[in-house]
């Protein structure tokens, strides 16, 4: 081969590594771009669920509608709506009347309400309450409603003081009808509740059997049949657990439906076969000499697995663990297959009590038409995406603090 035949050779081989990084380089700015778009869209759509409008008027607390040793049974509601329609006496027909209370949340009462029972001496009193907007009020305030009446709101804003506030509601309330009250507390608690379960039984269970797998059981067939499951397992789609679950704890087992007990033992199945291969891998990365060692100095093999292999591949197993209960967390699929995607108002306080997840309540308040609700369904996919991301910062952690190279 000439020099000249050569240094072209060596010329193409330069150019098509240069093209290769190229191309990496391209489709890594492509994906940021890509990510970096997705999530401004789902902080500018969400953040106005995070703001909430209030207008502060006088409210008379009359002392012949409120019983000073009971005040949680008065109607804090007429109260607040008379105090309304003064602000407003040009407006007295029943349509302009019904259009001034359109403006208000029908839970628009209950601050007044709390705020009477923990402080029973306002009874008689004119006090200045903050009273919540409607949602159609509110969007207005922020500048994403098209629909509403300007010329009303234009007319309570130049003569109500209306202000701004974080919106507690959304992490204090459960699912409501009107957007301006709906909240996430419900579908956090029954989040916690579903992972909890299947974090307590699928890691014990998961942690066992990768631990026989890899040093107890036999070499054979059948070992080598369980393996090959659990590895099609881990690829098998999520709903096809959720039918799982519903065939048996449903249907054969007669569980309670919409639970997150139910919820929680179909996520343990589904993310067991995630767990087992995380466990194994990280067993398997501990030197043989570590055993080998124990096993000179007269261990047993359960002493020599237990004592000095499981230690040290703990912080391994920690991150498969947490990986599972990330992948657990943000499922949907097999959670609808079992019933947990009916309307729940309250917030389960048990195993079995009727409850929904994070997943799933974004599933159902992107399905309602109301403009309120695509700003609550942004706001609850950026909880999710924190959460998850909380959970992924924990696994590096601990990845980073226990790591040992060998």
């Known amino acids: 081969m000439t020099d000249t035949a050569y240094q072209i050779r060596l010329a193409r081989r330069y150019a098509a590594e240069r093209r290769f990084r190229a191309y990496g380089l391209i489709a890594l700015v492509l994906t940021s771009v890509f990510l970096l778009y997705l999530l401004v869209d789902i902080v500018a759509k969400g953040w106005p669920a995070f703001i909430e409008h209030r207008a502060t008027i006088d409210v008379t607390l009359d002392a012949a509608q409120i019983d000073k040793a009971n005040p949680a049974t008065a109607d804090y509601t007429v109260m607040v709506k008379d105090a309304w329609r003064d602000q407003f006496p040009e407006m007295s027909s029943r349509s302009q009347k019904k259009q001034l209370a359109a403006l208000l949340s029908q839970d628009t009462a209950e601050d007044l309400r709390e705020r009477v029972i923990a402080n029973p001496a306002l009874v008689g009193q004119t006090v200045k309450a903050e009273i919540l907007l409607s949602d159609d009020a509110d969007l207005y305030f922020k500048g994403l409603s098209q629909e509403a009446d300007t010329s009303l709101l234009e007319k309570v ?11 507690w509601r959304l ?3 459960g699912d409501s009808r009107e957007p301006e009250l709906a909240g996430l507390r419900g579908a956090i608690a029954g989040s916690l509740l579903t992972v909890f379960v299947a974090i307590a039984l699928g890691l014990p269970l998961g942690i066992a059997a990768a631990i026989y797998l890899e040093e107890f059981a036999p070499k054979n067939r059948w070992t080598d049949l369980i393996e090959v499951n659990i590895n099609n397992l881990a690829a098998v789609p999520s709903i096809i657990f959720g039918l799982l679950g519903l065939a048996m704890f ?9 639970a997150p007990l139910v919820g929680g033992l179909v996520l343990a199945l589904l993310v067991l076969p995630t767990i087992i291969i995380a466990a194994r891998a990280a067993v398997k990365a501990v030197p043989p000499s570590i055993k080998e060692a124990a096993l000179g100095v007269g261990a047993s093999h359960q002493q020599a697995v237990f004592h000095h292999v499981l230690p040290l591949a703990v912080p391994g197993i920690l991150t498969g663990a947490i990986l599972g209960l990330a992948r657990a967390f943000g499922e949907t699929a097999p959670l609808l297959m079992i019933g947990m995607v009916a309307f729940i108002a309250d917030v389960p306080k048990s195993l079995t009590d009727a409850a929904t997840v994070l997943p799933v309540q974004i599933y159902l308040w992107s399905d309602l038409p109301e403009i309120g609700f695509q700003s609550k369904t942004a706001a609850a996919i950026m909880v999710l995406i924190t959460i998850l991301f909380f959970l992924n910062g924990i696994a590096i952690y601990l990845r980073k603090k226990f790591e040992r190279r060998w």
């Open 250 to 258: 449903l249907n054969l087992f007669g569980m309670p439906r919409s």
């Open 157 to 167: 804003a130049d003569k109500i003081d209306i202000s701004r506030h974080f919106s």
């Open 171 to 173: 992490f204090s309330n």
